[in-house]
């Protein structure tokens, strides 16, 4: 930069040069980490037990963008057991008319302890899809379906689903927002919901509680 003789910036960043002409084609994210709280615990036992492991499981995150289309994994690797615990992926394909789509597959392993301090892994499988769109001026509808699949459990297969619905009124001054959430191995009726009414004031937005409960009551 350069100035005047009166201190004023005559100049600014003259000579910079910016290019953002180029697309992020792959993004990549790896770590692990080490405690050493965990460490010294494992040294004063003077033995490897589940709960003195310092080192974490290290993860890998994949993610692109080609094009409108988007595609991210992730995945984690227990060093100990020599097991994969967690493979993830994510495929977000193009909007369409102001409508969303996203798909997700993940599969897990959940590890069980014996009583004689034994680790066993079982499989989850979960697949999920959402879709949310705003093609109605004001409106943003969305939904969110989950399958769930479990290897030699109780309940083998469930289901999560969400539910929902927000307005904002053309001034932005208010809105509100209902939502039907049903969590993974509960029934259909103890799903949990929520309205809310959203007020917004120079510039600072508050939601008032919940309502759901009042209503239902109601009904």
Do not use: H
């Amino acid at each position: 930069d350069m100035f005047g003789a009166d201190g004023s910036k005559r100049f600014f960043n003259r000579y910079a040069l910016e290019d953002n002409a180029y697309n992020e084609l792959l993004s990549l994210n790896a770590g692990i980490t080490y405690d050493f709280r965990k460490a010294r615990e494992r040294d004063r036992l003077g033995e490897l037990n589940r709960e003195s492991r310092p080192w974490s499981e290290p993860y890998l995150d994949l993610s692109t963008q080609v094009g409108e289309w988007g595609l991210s994994s992730s995945s984690s690797y227990n060093i100990y057991d020599n097991v994969s615990t967690r493979v993830k992926i994510n495929v977000n394909p193009p909007s369409v008319l102001k409508t969303s789509t996203s798909f997700a597959y993940s599969q897990d392993k959940e590890v069980d302890i014996d009583a004689e301090g034994v680790a066993s892994y079982r499989l989850v499988t979960t697949r999920t899809a959402n879709v949310a769109t705003s093609v109605v001026p004001w409106f943003n509808v969305f939904a969110s379906l989950a399958r769930r699949t479990k290897d030699n459990a109780a309940i083998v297969e469930s289901y999560e689903t969400r539910l929902g619905a927000s307005f904002e009124a053309p001034s932005a001054c208010w809105g509100v927002r209902l939502l039907r959430t049903k969590e993974f191995d509960v029934p259909e009726e103890n799903a949990v919901y929520l309205l809310q009414l959203a007020v917004t004031f120079m510039g600072q937005s508050r939601a008032l509680p919940n309502m759901a409960g009042a209503v239902m009551s109601r009904l």
